[in-house]
């Protein structure tokens, strides 16, 4: 594994000066590292899963909120389920299910089977998240994703996504709504012709200067805000009591009496919790007893 000489785990915003599209770079490395070293996955998922990350940087990066994005593919297999996470606090975490042997150039239609992609922004505070989804049906990740934005937004947008055992990059262009029709029509076709000049390497192993100034040269494109990301899981000993707790008693005992432990994984970050039988008595108990001042003291 080589280090980039520039810095990665970084997601860079610019605009054009001379046109209403504007832009953001991603590259993933640490982010991407603790992800693959907490599962060992199949090339193609490993390809598809780091593809997804860099989306959903990309994807986070355009709706300003406080609160955390999911990409989450649902889907007949032989992968079954797929998620990022990725937080307003510009940490992410992925993981991915899957059954069976899948090739290693496997498209991803053979990765997901007839299935589609969910992309839930969850702000807090709010009642209820909004839910977009669109069907897994094309060749790529990232058409599936500019499908996404036709739909939801009614903006043009464009997306590169790049993957390998390194790191993960995307490339993300989406026209603003502007007051000149032909000329900006014109300006968005310009931009993307040199975009899609855009090699996987490149995405792969420039930093965003080099990158931008190869593929933009001629156009005002003008460097905004950098923020660097990485990877957190949020799973906790007590989150996971709380999950037994709400399993009831009865449950909780019956998985204990059969293994003599509860186990639990996190899926996220592999992290093994494991209780025996006076930790689980102490979950109910405590319980219990909040329960009971809270009905002696109101
Ligand atoms: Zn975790």
Known sequence: ????????????????????????????QDSWQQVLKRREYPVAIQRLLGEMMA??????????????????????GPVSVMMIECTSDNTLRAFAQWDGEIKDDASLLEITGEGSLA?????????????GVVSLNEDSLSSVLEVYFKQSEQLETHIWLASNQNSVAGLFLQQMPGDKADEDQENWSRIN?????????????LGVGT?????????????????????????????VAATIHLLGKKDANDLLDEKGKIEVACEFCNEH??????????????AELANFESKTLH
């Open 193 to 205: 012709q040199l975009a899609a000049t855009v090699k996987q390497d490149e995405l792969l192993e």
């Open 55 to 76: 989306a959903a940087a990309l994807l986070t990066a355009t709706v300003k909120i406080d609160g955390r994005l999911v990409l989450q593919t649902k889907s007949t």
């Open 1 to 28: 594994m080589t280090n980039t000489e520039f810095q990665s785990d970084t997601l860079q915003r610019f605009i054009f000066d001379n046109a209403p599209v504007r832009g953001e770079w991603v590259h993933l």
């Open 211 to 239: 990158l931008l100034h190869r593929l933009f040269n001629e156009e005002e494109c003008r460097l905004l805000v950098s923020t660097e990301l990485s990877f957190a899981c949020s799973c906790s000993r007590e989150r």
């Open 119 to 131: 992309i839930t922004i969850e702000v807090e505070g709010a009642k209820q998240p909004y839910q």
């Open 273 to 286: 919790y494991q209780f025996d039988s006076e930790d689980v008595s102490q979950i109910f108990s405590e």
